[in-house]
């Protein structure tokens, strides 16, 4: 190799052949190629330019050269990764596993990501290739910008996103266009491993899913023929409207284009999730919590067969006599007699040892430091004094270990007590906050550093030090600028030996939530006495063989563990010479403690096996490295059972270098246990040594069992030598009481000594349970008198004494009864080869409970430019091998941008940190692969429907009169005439006889007032003083209409009872232009108006209702005239498609001759047209007697008269809202004041001004501008205040609406208006529905009963029982009475499939009676089929007599407390939900907004989401308000949420940017026009994931 680099020296290459040469020396060192391949690709690179070359030049000796360049970043580079869990055995094994998975190929789906969510490193150059496997075939359309999907039709910046119209989705394929086509990404991935396979046999699977999967809907109820995909702009929302009324839908969206990729790829992850288990399902457990307490007992699994463990006892310590008395004596000697020996020697960045420190300086400095803390801190004003016995931190840089060990010895001196911690910066590093608690609970005040330490301390604008997150004031000393002391000074004696020498912190960080000293990330300080330093430097001299002179080569961090019980106080004790490897040098140099031993021909080396590692890597070094001096190779993490790897490569190596087999010496250790057991050097017994090959299986079950050596399942372990001289071991159980573990039994290792800690500093409780443990036999007594201490090592005990141990506490995980340990989960992540995907050292594996189990969470760090789908495919194999080797499933694997996972000062995982930023939605990932599927095991069991068991209704209805169940129905109060004496309009049937009544009895009376702010903001007064934009009279009111009849008859010749479609904004327009329909007999219909900036989306929906309504003219104002002219309106609508327009801003002077009468009051009125929450457009049939109906009951139900005023804020196009807007005020003669909810958009203080203004006592909204004022003035209520707003004159605040009341809303704007004067009392809600606008309302009287709430169990409500429950229950959910029931109403709750009445514990379909319920549906063909259903239903059992009207909503009756006006007990309504929405899922029914409003809690960036149903799988759609980058963080917490509140695994989760979910104009969800865009590629996401 060496021959062959010296030959390519003199090549002139150009720079891209450099750098592929650097790449193919990088992946020879890293071991990714063999040195065959690597000289055959070398010599292939080289070829053209050695023939075109003749002479060879020689490279400047001034700059190194290229191959040098590139050896030194390939050494750099390998020196980043941790290779510490490499092992080949385990590799072997992975790549044996994973090709058994190769006979089966399953497809999986590729999570779909818009190319700017990519990091830097994952962006691509544009394509023009035409890949199979691409994304998305359509381009960028320019002009599709204007017609995209988003409520808030913004374009995006991203370069990559589509936004495609959501509008006529079936007319034709999206075109391509040439304008540039937008990057593709990789779509679909093979899951057959190893290697890729053709993709032909994809595209065939992938088209053969596409044409036999049909997207079914459900049925719409208006039974249209004529089939159509639109857009209908309502409020903000731009949803598409179905009016099909088959199944199916036409042949266009059913097309394989149309249908789109996303179809297929749910197809794909059906199939996948079809394929069999590896093992079946355990049984399903009833939905019960204590049920899913714990998954069961395996009867199969190994139990420990062996006798009863004894404690093992270590060699009698025998002490040599020369040794000093304590670690002082040990100074002094060293000091005095020896005081030129050099003590530490410091390598510099360049690899010379230039820095060193004899005995003789040590001793000086050492009694100078002590002198200075004893007496001359606390001299100065204001500065406390430190006192033996007070702790003083130690804070040195790891490149310092001089400062630092006269900063820790110069402690000893003075009898202070030294507690070593990193030096703070103000980088990632994370745990700074508990270190800094930790010197709080230690009352230190003082903290000692050095010159150039303290320099590069962040500083204040004053030049103080900054105060450290978390940390307490401390005074900051500088070891290097102490001044002399007196020459006969000594320091004090000391009162005791058994008092602190020194505190080691450490940060407890668990991997799960099962096995936890304390709370997860919080920092201890173990408390180690001068005795225990005393005795731990005695047992290491004896176990070690430590001798005075020796030089010992340390590369570990010398403030804690192994390196400070090794370099700093052993070395001292027994005055050896130490030569110490920063850090920072080895990345650059990592053969340099090699060379160190050889120069120095060192006897002892401290290393992990990291460093052996990286060592066989620099492989250009070796020549010159001689190890025959090292007699005692100290392994660090020996107690790593993936440390074996390393240790035999080393030895393979360098055996020829004069290493012996016997120097190499594995330890165990723990900060609480101090050494635990360490390997005698020099001892060839083969007693000394041992190894076995374990099955790993039986070691997750806490057995050790023997298995063969070529098993995929194994796990070697070598021995980390015997127990420690003069120590006592025992093993005990890891769980419950410290029982004896057997012999063939795992459990945790205990250490009796001498020597170790004593105390976590001020944690008496925890304290206790480490450092105090006593055994206990089978039958419950003590193993004997001592006390132990945990060292937090799992582990056995082998013959001889032997300590063999397989992870630690820290790292244990408990998956379904058996444990896992993370160090063996990322051996066999990282035996996943080719490693070109991540980063070997930065992974972490932790654990986190899920559904009352614990999961397994990998994450890792992606190298930067990793193509997306290859990295899902080694995500794939990462998922199989650790299935097969392990038999446990990944929950989640998440790939996170390179230096993004928060570090420790020392440069490793912070895992504490990284687990709680992956809980808390703050990690952002890269790449996420979720599977919950396969890891969510212990759901409860599915609920069977058993058709060949359906009880009949009658047999269920004889079953509630036994037990003495309540039918639940409940109804208003009896209508009677004499209810309105005094109202001469009571005579009157038709709305248009009460109209010109009051036009001839009260002509000045003011009807409507219309209101705007737009004149009222001038300069900087706030809030608007809102301004009249239009008033008008009755008779004013009436003349109007008259005109407006004439206009119809002469100008647009329409006959009585033709169709008129009404398109004007929300005002007084639209009120006169319906009376004047009425005046002449014609029907209006009214339509919301096409939106001015979004024509295109919105006006076929406006062409549809005219066309299905069969509207014979369009009745509106010169402006929306001119908007239907517009060119971008006739690109969407031939203008000659329209009927006639007629203009009512030009209306004719003549006199309506006489105002037209329906012969019968059963005669249409008007029709009602409405978009319900799934989607279909419904239009019902008012009668003249309904609406006049209606009118009455609000009259009756909120005491409306002439002299009382009511604010409306509504959309007054449908529904109970039309009804306030255009006819209540005209029945019972009060005035209303009129808000368009679009003032309420640009200002929203706007409608509570003019509630202020008028002193108005009932005022109506929607959910829309209810939200709109809470989150537009949640913190402006102090200034409206200020200015006067007063909300007290509110009686009623009443929320129109055809859903579950929003508690949650309507309590936020209760308490942030409850400043201003609102009443808690005056926000109800209302609700009405297609069959029946009104069922109830709020009261308006003063005996009004207060608004009802329950809680009711949601796990009842599933199986559609309604069992109540006390607040603050789990699974409860709280719901409120939607109303009270208007005057002449009747409700029923039927079971909506058996028909028989429901009692009120059941949950059934609301069903209503009352003289203003519609008179059904509208279609084209007078199709009458669907009325007797909807309209005309009979009970099975209880009142078989009367006619209801089925309402299609869930809900229930109960009976209250509250007593009516009529002295009667009050029954409330509670409205639970569409009937049509709800989710079936294993067998029972959920209702969406339950499932969302736990995925809105999951994480604060999610501001809106909706969920549906797909081929039986959840679909999440959520809104990310916040960074694309924060796209993937969403994807685990909402699976989360989901099954641990609901018992439902997410299939898949869609993130998308706000404002894509469509809402209706009353603020509902639009959940099935959202699965139609999301199945036609329509939403742009963010991010598709789907959950395996």
Known sequence: MMMAEVDTLGLQVPEDVRLKLAELELELSEGDITQKGYEKKRQRLLQPYSRAQPAKEVPSPSEPSPQTSAQRRAQRRLTREDNRYHSEIRTEAVMQALAQHNKKIPVMPLPSKRTSVNYHGQQKPRDSRQDSSSDDDSVYDEDAASRNFHRGARARDSGASSSSSFSDVGASPRQHSDRGERPHSAAYVKYQIPGNTSRQ????????????????????????????????????????????????????????????????????????????????????????????????????????????????????????????????????????????????????????????????????????????????????????????????????????????????????????????????????????????????????????????????????????????????????????????????????????????????????????????TGKDGSTVGVTVTRNGALGHCRTLTVACNYTEGEVMVCVLDFKRDVGLWHGILCSVFNGMHVIFIPYSLMKVDPASWMKMITKYKAAVGVVKSRDMHWGLLAQKDHKDVNFSSLRF???????????????????????????KPESICPCASSSEALTVSVRRPGRTSSSATGRGILSMQGLSHGVVRVDTENSLTSLTLQDCGQVMPGAVMVVVKVDGPTYLCKTDEVGELCVYSNYTGVKYWGLQGITSNTFQVQPLNGDGQLAGDRLYVRTGLLGFLGPGGLVFVCGSKEGLMQISNRRHNTDDIIATVLAVEPMKFIYRGRIAVFSIEVLKDERIVIIAEQRPDCPEEESFQWMSRVLQAVDSIHQVGVYCLALVPPNYLPKTPLGGIHLHETRKKFLDGSLHPANVLMCPHTCVTNLPKPREHRPDRDVTPSAVHVGNI?????????????????????????????????????????????????????????????????????????????????????????????????????????????????????????????????????????????????????????????????????????????????????????????????????????????????????????????????????????????????SREACLCLDPYSGLGFALWSLASIYSGHHSILVPPSEVEANPAVWLTAVSQYKVRDTFCSYGVMDLCTRGLGTSTATLKAKGLNLSCVRICCVIAEERPRIQLTSSFTKLFGDLGLSYRAVSTSFGCRVNIGISFPVGGAACPDPTTVFVDLRALRNDRVTLVEKGSPHSLCLMESGKLLPGVKVAIANPETRGQCADSHLGEIWVSSPHNANGYFTIYGDESLHPDHFDARLATGDTQSSYARTGYLGFVRRTELTQSDGGRHDALFVVGSLDETVMLRGMRFHPIDIETSVLRSHRKICECAVFTWTNLLVVVVELDGNENEALDLVPLVTNAVVEEHYLIVGVVVVVDPGVIPINSRGEKQRMHLRDGFLADQLDPIYVAYNM
């Open 962 to 1202: 036994v037990q003495g169940a309540r039918m639940a129905w409940a109804q208003g109060r009896e209508l009677s005439m004499a209810d309105e004496e005094g109202d001469g309009s009571k005579k009157h049937q038709f709305l248009t006889e009460i109209l010109k009544y009051r036009a001839q009895t009260t002509p000045d009376h003011n009807l409507f007032t219309l209101l705007n702010s737009k004149h009222g903001q001038s300069g900087k007064a706030w809030p608007p003083q809102v301004q009249v934009q239009l008033s008008i009279t009755c008779s004013q009111l009436h003349k109007r209409a008259e005109r407006i009849g004439c206009l119809l008859m002469e100008k647009g010749r329409l006959n009585s009872g033709a169709h008129v479609a009404l398109l004007y904004p929300p005002g007084i327009e639209l009120i006169a232009a319906f009376y004047g329909c009425l005046y002449v007999g014609c029907v209006p219909v009214t339509i919301r108006p096409p939106h001015p900036q979004n024509v295109s989306t919105t006006l076929p929906t406006v062409k549809m209702i005219v066309e299905v309504s069969k509207s014979a003219a369009i009745l509106t104002n010169a402006n929306i005239v001119k908007l239907l002219r517009a060119k971008e309106a006739i690109a969407v609508v031939d203008p000659k498609a329209w009927p006639p327009v007629l203009d009512s801003d030009d209306l004719p002077k003549k006199k309506l001759t006489a105002v037209y009468k329906a012969p019968t009051p059963e005669m249409l009125c008007y029709l009602d047209f409405s978009v319900s929450t799934t989607g279909m457009l419904a239009g019902v049939k008012m009668s003249h007697a309904a609406a006049t109906a209606l009118c009455r009951c609000i009259k009756l139900q909120c005491e409306f008269y002439l």
């Open 633 to 659: 190779l100290l392994v660090a993490d020996g107690a790593n059972p993936w440390s074996l790897t390393s240790c035999d490569a080393f030895l393979n190596a360098f055996q020829s270098k004069g290493l």
């Open 201 to 516: 046999a994809l595209a065939d699977v992938m088209q053969s899913s596409r044409l036999s999967q049909h997207i079914s809907q459900p049925p719409d109820v208006t039974n249209n023929a004529k089939s159509s995909r639109h857009a209908d702009r309502v409020g903000r929302g731009v949803p598409s409207v179905r009016v099909a009324g088959n199944v199916g839908m036409d042949g266009d969206t059913d097309s394989p284009r149309n249908q789109g990729k996303v179809a297929a790829k749910i197809q794909q992850l059906m199939n996948t999730l079809k394929r069999p288990k590896r093992k079946p399902l355990p049984e399903y457990f009833q939905d019960d919590d204590h049920a899913l307490e714990a998954p069961p007992a395996d009867p199969n699994a190994p139990k420990p067969e062996g006798s009863t463990l004894t404690p093992v006892a270590g060699d009698q310590l025998v002490v040599p006599s020369g040794l000093p008395r304590n670690l002082e004596a040990a100074l002094h000697r060293y000091g005095s007699s020896t005081y030129k020996a050099l003590a530490v020697t410091v390598l510099d960045q360049n690899g010379k040892p230039t820095v060193n420190l004899t005995y003789g300086k040590l001793l000086s400095k050492t009694l100078k430091v002590a002198y200075h803390l004893l007496n001359k801190v606390g001299t100065k004003g204001g500065e406390s004094p430190i006192k033996p016995g007070d702790r003083v931190a130690l804070v040195y840089p790891n490149n310092d270990p001089i400062s630092f060990i006269i900063g820790f010895y110069g402690c000893v001196m003075a009898a202070v007590v030294p507690v070593p911690v990193e030096v703070p910066t103000s980088r990632r590093d994370a745990g700074g906050q508990g270190v800094g608690f930790m010197l709080g609970s230690l009352n230190v005040n003082h903290a000692l550093t050095s010159e150039a330490c303290l320099k590069g301390l962040a500083k204040t604008a004053s030049g103080e030090i900054v105060q450290f997150k978390g940390w307490p004031r401390l005074a900051w000393l500088s070891t290097d600028s102490m001044s002399k002391m007196p020459k006969d000074w000594q320091p004090p004696p000391k009162a005791s030996e058994d008092v602190p020498c020194y505190v080691e912190v450490k940060e407890i960080q668990s991997r799960s939530d099962t096995y936890t």
